[in-house]
């Protein structure tokens, strides 16, 4: 059966802190793998991964792939407490192109 | 400017009564999709289309059912609403050339008494 698991599913952190969120995957037919970041209710793209070991980076925020050991982590530096909030990830499995399958998500919440 | 509206953002109703949940987009995307999702849980397909007068049934199972008659806008509806369809609902667009990148709407609260 084909999931995508998160981990962790919350994590507490200061400003400043420096977190890494984990996201493992078993599917068939591997398309890529995406980001969201889920504020009050509406999930906004952060990142689309397709191929391996190749970083994506925007500000604070990175996101690589490794698709031998079939996961992926995203990396957020000096976190500020705007950064709170769940981070989905989810990955094309093939199928109809746009059909995702989503992780729990890690809820995250930054101190001040 | 270019968004994907959804309404109501909340709705209380009792048990048997028919609702309909609006999804409306001007991003210009074919691609549409509803979305379940209950707190602390995944996002679960119900819904898609691909395009006016295509609705297929996504990966979770719903009672509900869909319409596309105009690109741009893609309701829900649920003939008798039950307790148990109590979640929230988000609807979703894409493009043909990145069809996995989605953009969601800001989701309904449905709650059913």
């Known amino acids: 059966e084909d999931k995508v698991v998160q981990s962790p599913l919350s994590l507490v952190v200061h400003e400043g802190d420096t977190v890494t969120l984990n996201c493992s995957y078993e599917?068939?037919?591997?398309?890529?793998l995406l980001w969201y970041k889920q504020e009050k209710k509406a999930p906004t793209f952060l990142f689309m991964l397709?191929?391996?070991?190749i970083e994506k980076k925007s500000g604070r925020l990175s996101s690589i792939l490794d698709k031998k050991e079939l996961f992926s982590i995203l990396n957020i530096t000096a976190t500020q407490t705007g950064d709170s909030a769940v981070y989905l990830c989810a990955v094309n499995y093939g199928g109809s192109q746009g059909n995702l399958i989503f992780g729990k998500g890690t809820k995250l919440s930054v101190k001040p | 400017e270019a968004d994907i509206y959804q309404t109501p953002r909340y709705l209380v109703i009792g048990t048997g009564k028919k609702i309909t949940l609006e999804c409306s987009q001007t991003m210009g995307h074919d691609k549409m999709y509803w979305y379940q999702q209950d707190p602390g849980m995944e996002l679960h397909l119900i819904h898609y289309s691909y395009g006016v007068n295509s609705t297929e049934k996504g990966d979770l199972s719903s009672e509900s059912t869909v319409s596309r008659i105009r690109t741009e806008h893609f309701p829900l509806t649920l003939e008798s609403a039950r307790p148990s369809h109590t979640s929230q609902y988000l609807c979703?667009?894409?493009?043909?050339?990145?069809?996995?990148?989605?953009?969601f709407g800001s989701g309904t609260q449905l709650s059913v008494l």
């Open positions: 599917v068939t037919n591997f398309r890529s």
């Open positions: 397709t191929s391996s070991g």
């Open positions: 979703a667009s894409s493009d043909y050339i990145h069809g996995e990148k989605l953009f």
